[in-house]
C-alpha cells in the first residue's frame, strides 16, 4: 500500500473553476495511485462535473463548501467573514492534519492571508514567501519572494535564500544550488538600502551557496538556482518575465504565417520550435509553494488548466516525502540556537 499524500484542492477557485479543476484533479488520480483529492466546494455542482469523467472513485473526495471567495474581495474581511467558502474550509482541512496539503487556483490575497492566519507559520518563520519556479536557458530557478512581503527586511531575504534552498535541493533536485540577491549591478556596494543590508548577511551564511548579485536580464539564462528578492521586485520580474513570453510567443507565430515561403518555414521548423517553447512552459512545474507554512499551500494560475492543477498536485507528493517542512524548520532552529550562542 503506498503512502498516501492527501491534497485539499479549492475546486471553486479559478477563472476555469471548477471544470479545469476537477479536470486536473482526475488527471492526478489517474496518473497516481499515492495521491487522494478532497475537492472543496458546491457538492451538487462538483458531482456533476465529475460524472463526466472516470476515474479511481476511491480516491477523490467532495467536501462541501456553499460560499466562494472572489477574486476582487478584500483578503482579510473575506477569510474571516465567508468561513464556508471553498478555500477557506480546505485550508482548515490542512490545519487539522486532514490533508497534507493544499491547492488553488483562486485569490492570491486570500490564499496568502490564509496561509499565515489559518495554516500558520512554521515557528520561527518570519515570513512566508511566495516561490514560483521560471523557466530558463538551464531548466528552472526559483523565485523567492513573488508576492507575499512587499515589505520585507533583510532577515526575511536570508530565510528566503534558505528555504529557497531547500525546496531547490530536495524537490527539484539540484545539489548545492545557487543563491543570488536581485540587484542593479554585479558590484557588491551596489543596490538599495535593502540590498546592501542583506547582501553581507547573505554572504556569510553557511548553509547556502551564496554567489551575490544577479541582474534580472541574467535570470533567464539560468545564472542562479535560487533568486532572493523581496516580492515588489520579485513580482515585478514575474509579470515582466510572463509578458514578454507571451508577446514573444505571438509575434513569432503571426511572424510564420505573413507569407507562403514563411508558412513553408514554419512547417519546417515547428517540431523544434514547439519543443523550445515547451521548455519554456511555466504549467509544466505545477503552482507556486508558500514556503514556511506548518503545511504546504501550493498557488496556481487563475486561469490555470487542468495540466497545471494535475502537476502542482503532483508536486505535493514530492515535498511531503522529502519532508520539506520538518527541514525547513530545523534549518531556522539551528540558526535561532546558533544566534543565541553569539
Known sequence: MPDITVVAVDAMGGDHAPVEIVKGAVEAVNQRKDIKVLLTGSEVLLKSVLAEYTYPEN???IIDAKEVIET???PVKAIRSKKDSSLVVAMNLVKKKQADAFVSAGSTGAILVGGQVIVGRIKGVERAPLAPLLPTMTGV????DCGANVDARASHLLQFAK??????EHVIGKKNPTVGIVNIGAEEEKGNAL???AYP???ACKDINFIGSVEAREIPYGAVDVIVCEAFVGN???KLYEGVGSALTKKIKNGMMGS??????????????KATLKDFDSSGYGGAPLLGLNGLVVKTHGNATSKEVCNSIIQCVTFKRQRINEKIQEVIQLSQEENKED
Do not use: T
Open 59 to 61: 480516491q477523490i473526495e
Open 72 to 74: 476582487a474581495e478584500p
Open 141 to 144: 530557478s526559483l523565485l523567492i
Open 163 to 168: 528555504m529557497g534552498s531547500i525546496y531547490m
Open 195 to 197: 540590498v546592501k543590508e
Open 201 to 203: 548577511m547573505l554572504k
Open 236 to 238: 515585478v520580474i514575474l
Open 260 to 273: 507562403l515561403r514563411s508558412k513553408i518555414g514554419a512547417l519546417l521548423v515547428k517540431p523544434a520550435l
